[in-house]
């Protein structure tokens, strides 16, 4: 019997399209384009306007172009991961609202939080449903409009984000293609370090807690920085000596796009050439959940089938990973 893995068969995505740039930033804060670029690598970001527009708006159009790109209806999938920090509403659950919107009518689904990392944690999660032989179509969804949580009065953390979304399917590869290992850690111990306070059942919501500026994100940005380009560089290390790779081996590297400086450490660290790296943080920010699936969406065109991608992240609570996928088609 061939070994069952879980392969990415289509990707879609979608950014709004205005562009809060540098320069529009030094207009706002106490900060300049040379500051932020050299410290971050980012020149520009997208943000979502619109009274009552959420996450769900953007992920709605990249789903609805990744079904159409595998040539499937909304209602042959079976299970929805919807990875973010910033669903439309805290009940119900952003993937139960997706699958309504798009027509989704045959499938289960809920909302997968682990801060940066959290694509990361979905596409294993969702290799799981695949695996068992249970589930032939697994929607994993990373989508965050960060600029509903970030204080644009505080200059430090709001040159960072933007808003987008991404996602990609998950279907049965017996080729040997698809999510081959995974490395996921979690630290609570960094929960301080990097976190939003108010909101949860600790600190509700209340005229409070809203002085107090507890409802949008919080960043010790040196403790942060200096924690994740360890941890990062140390579990791409490691998934490349568990699968016996090189430096040499790899097509792509797939990471988070938080900061350029960090994502320069991992390559280093893992032996890979500037080319064969991923990034689009210059164009969109840190999109959280969405960033890894946005590179994917950016650089589908150009992977082949067989292709070697290691995909790594590291976000708040602490949590970070790496990922070992072989890329399962050629281009259209």
């Known amino acids: 019997m061939k070994h069952l893995r879980a392969a990415i068969t289509a990707v879609g995505g979608f950014v709004p ?177 990097l976190r939003i306070s108010g909101g949860g059942s600790m600190w509700p919501a209340s005229k409070e807690t809203v002085d107090r500026s507890m409802h949008y994100v919080f960043q010790e940005g040196q403790a942060v920085f200096k924690f994740a380009v360890t941890r990062m560089a140390d579990v791409s290390e490691e998934i490349l000596k568990r699968n016996g790779l090189t430096g040499e081996d790899v097509t792509w590297l797939v990471p988070h796009q938080a900061n350029k400086r960090i994502i320069d450490a991992t390559a280093h660290r893992m032996g890979l050439a500037p080319e064969k790296v991923m990034i689009n943080i210059h164009r969109y920010g840190n999109t959280t959940n969405a960033t890894i699936p946005l590179c994917l969406w950016d650089w589908e065109s150009q992977l082949k089938k067989g292709d070697n991608l290691i995909l790594a992240a590291f976000g708040g609570g602490f949590t970070w990973g790496s990922m070992y996928l072989k890329w399962a088609y050629d281009p259209v």
């Open 17 to 193: 399209d205005e562009v809060l740039s540098n320069e529009m930033l030094e207009r706002m804060v106490d900060t300049s384009d040379e500051w932020i670029t050299t410290r971050t690598g980012i020149k520009e970001r997208r943000i979502l306007r619109g009274d009552g527009k959420g996450v769900t708006n953007m992920a709605v159009p990249a789903v609805q172009s990744l079904l159409k790109k595998r040539g499937i209806a909304a209602d042959e999938i079976e299970v929805i991961i919807f990875c973010t920090i910033t669903p439309d509403i805290q009940v119900a659950s952003a993937a139960a609202k997706l699958a309504d919107l798009i027509g989704a009518k045959n499938a289960f689904g809920f909302d997968l939080q682990a801060a940066c990392s959290g694509y990361l944690f979905g596409l294993n999660t969702g290799a799981q449903f695949i695996e068992s032989g249970r589930y032939k179509k697994v929607l994993v969804v990373g989508g965050d409009k960060m600029s509903a949580i970030v204080n644009y009065s505080e200059r430090t953390t709001c040159v960072l984000f933007g808003d987008g979304a991404a996602a990609v399917l998950l279907e049965p590869n017996e080729e040997d293609f698809g999510i081959v290992d995974a490395v996921l850690k979690v630290d609570g111990g960094g929960r301080e370090h």
